[in-house]
Protein backbone atom coordinates (compact mmCIF):
# COMPACT_ATOMS: atom_id res chain seq x y z
CA UNK A 1 0.00 0.00 0.00
CA UNK A 2 0.90 3.73 -0.68
CA UNK A 3 -0.28 7.17 -0.03
CA UNK A 4 0.87 8.64 -3.86
CA UNK A 5 3.56 7.46 -6.70
CA UNK A 6 7.17 7.00 -4.50
CA UNK A 7 5.44 7.93 -1.36
CA UNK A 8 5.16 5.73 2.04
CA UNK A 9 5.36 2.01 1.88
CA UNK A 10 3.30 -0.66 3.81
CA UNK A 11 3.74 -3.71 3.51
CA UNK A 12 1.39 -6.29 5.11
CA UNK A 13 -0.50 -9.82 4.47
CA UNK A 14 -4.01 -10.86 4.50
CA UNK A 15 -5.88 -13.91 4.08
CA UNK A 16 -8.83 -11.69 2.77
CA UNK A 17 -6.80 -9.14 0.94
CA UNK A 18 -9.91 -7.49 -0.48
CA UNK A 19 -11.38 -6.92 3.06
CA UNK A 20 -7.96 -5.75 3.83
CA UNK A 21 -7.33 -2.80 1.48
CA UNK A 22 -11.01 -1.55 2.14
CA UNK A 23 -10.13 -1.79 5.68
CA UNK A 24 -7.36 0.57 5.01
CA UNK A 25 -9.22 2.54 2.76
CA UNK A 26 -11.58 3.56 4.52
CA UNK A 27 -9.54 3.64 7.71
CA UNK A 28 -11.30 1.64 9.99
CA UNK A 29 -8.00 1.69 12.46
CA UNK A 30 -7.34 5.44 12.61
CA UNK A 31 -4.16 5.17 14.77
CA UNK A 32 -2.87 2.51 12.38
CA UNK A 33 0.46 2.90 10.14
CA UNK A 34 -1.69 3.25 6.71
CA UNK A 35 -4.20 5.42 8.15
CA UNK A 36 -1.41 8.04 9.66
CA UNK A 37 0.06 8.42 6.04
CA UNK A 38 -2.97 8.02 3.86
CA UNK A 39 -1.90 4.54 2.25
CA UNK A 40 -4.77 3.81 0.45
CA UNK A 41 -3.80 2.55 -2.94
CA UNK A 42 -2.59 -1.35 -3.30
CA UNK A 43 0.16 -1.23 -6.13
CA UNK A 44 1.71 -4.53 -5.39
CA UNK A 45 0.66 -7.65 -3.94
CA UNK A 46 1.86 -11.42 -4.45
CA UNK A 47 -0.18 -14.49 -3.60
CA UNK A 48 0.66 -17.51 -2.07
CA UNK A 49 -1.63 -20.71 -0.80
CA UNK A 50 0.38 -21.25 2.30
CA UNK A 51 0.69 -18.67 5.24
CA UNK A 52 3.71 -19.63 6.58
CA UNK A 53 5.36 -19.00 2.82
CA UNK A 54 3.54 -15.48 2.95
CA UNK A 55 4.70 -14.33 6.25
CA UNK A 56 8.19 -14.80 5.32
CA UNK A 57 7.76 -13.44 2.11
CA UNK A 58 6.55 -10.30 4.26
CA UNK A 59 9.65 -10.37 6.57
CA UNK A 60 12.09 -10.31 3.66
CA UNK A 61 10.60 -7.23 2.18
CA UNK A 62 10.04 -5.31 4.98
CA UNK A 63 14.00 -5.64 5.59
CA UNK A 64 14.66 -4.79 1.39
CA UNK A 65 15.99 -1.38 0.94
CA UNK A 66 13.35 1.20 -0.75
CA UNK A 67 15.09 1.59 -3.83
CA UNK A 68 14.27 -2.52 -4.14
CA UNK A 69 10.96 -2.38 -3.21
CA UNK A 70 10.06 0.18 -5.75
CA UNK A 71 12.21 -1.63 -8.20
CA UNK A 72 9.76 -4.46 -7.81
CA UNK A 73 6.91 -2.44 -7.96
CA UNK A 74 7.20 -0.38 -10.88
CA UNK A 75 7.92 -4.26 -12.46
CA UNK A 76 4.83 -5.04 -12.56
CA UNK A 77 3.04 -1.69 -12.14
CA UNK A 78 5.44 1.11 -13.63
CA UNK A 79 2.58 3.62 -13.33
CA UNK A 80 1.83 2.64 -9.68
CA UNK A 81 -2.30 2.38 -10.57
CA UNK A 82 -4.23 1.56 -7.81
CA UNK A 83 -5.03 -2.04 -8.88
CA UNK A 84 -8.02 -2.52 -6.58
CA UNK A 85 -9.89 0.05 -7.95
CA UNK A 86 -10.96 -2.67 -10.61
CA UNK A 87 -9.76 -6.03 -9.32
CA UNK A 88 -10.50 -8.51 -11.66
CA UNK A 89 -9.04 -5.86 -14.87
CA UNK A 90 -6.57 -4.42 -13.29
CA UNK A 91 -4.90 -7.71 -11.68
CA UNK A 92 -5.31 -9.54 -14.72
CA UNK A 93 -3.48 -7.30 -16.88
CA UNK A 94 -0.34 -6.87 -13.81
CA UNK A 95 -0.15 -10.83 -14.45
CA UNK A 96 0.29 -10.85 -17.96
Known amino acids: ?43 YLEEYNNGLEASKREISLKKWKREWKIKLIEEINPSWM ?7 LNYNRLRE
Open 1 to 43: MTNKMNGVLYIGISDNIEERVKEHKLKVYPKSFTAKYNCDRLV
Open 82 to 88: DISLNWN
